[in-house]
């Protein structure tokens, strides 16, 4: 990819990401509610297991991943297949997704009243509450372990496209895509010799 491809599809990476932590949230504290409404009594054993906060929470984490699987996947597959697939590339679009989904929990502690700053935090940092819960962690550390296993997901739903996707087509793997280039800088540098000796 070029600069300005890499740079697009960066920032529709991260917009992804902050959508799906909004619909994740959305899922956990809305659709798992309503569902559970519509069980029968007999079934309030799974009714309470589903309200749990740290289940909706988790919930909202899964649905995120799940979504991550299939994206990543596809752009790993269409990486692969157009020969724009970069280790370099990607990791360096999760690391972003990561710095900027990140960066506001450093300033949670900042805002002292209650509101809308609550109200945010809570929301955007929503599929991380069941990790502070049942792991005991603070909220900075939980916020980086929630985003760090969203984020492996998507690494690997991209890497194993790339694996699969070169295996049924060899001549796409890094070695081939090197060989190619060498032969092709050697061709260039056989026509520049042949054209001085001309």
Not at 25 to 32: C, R, Y
Not at 126 to 148: E, I
Not at 175 to 196: G, M, P, V
Request: proline content about 4%; some cysteine; charged content about 20%.
């Amino acid at each position: 990819m070029d600069l300005l491809d890499t740079l697009l599809y960066t920032l529709s990476r991260i917009g992804l990401m902050l959508m799906l932590v909004l619909f994740g949230a959305f899922t956990g504290e809305v659709l798992v509610p309503s569902i559970a409404t519509f069980l029968p009594y007999s079934a309030l054993p799974f009714k309470e297991f589903i309200t749990d906060p740290n289940v909706r929470s988790a919930a909202g984490m899964v649905i995120v991943c799940l979504i991550f699987l299939w994206v990543f996947y596809d752009d790993g597959k269409r990486h692969t297949a157009y020969e724009n697939w970069s280790m370099v590339n990607i990791l360096t679009v999760l690391i972003l997704m990561l710095i900027v989904y990140f960066v506001p929990a450093i300033f949670r502690d900042s805002f002292h009243s209650e509101g809308k700053a609550d109200v945010f935090y809570a929301v955007l940092y929503y599929p991380s509450g069941w990790v502070r819960d049942k792991l005991g962690m603070s909220f900075l550390p939980a916020v980086t372990a929630a985003s760090v296993m969203m984020l492996a997901v998507a690494f690997m739903a991209y890497f194993i496209a790339y694996k699969r996707y070169v295996k049924k087509h060899p001549s796409l793997s890094e070695e081939a895509r090197q060989k190619r280039k060498l032969a092709e800088l050697a061709a260039e540098i056989d026509d520049e010799e042949s054209s001085e000796n001309d």
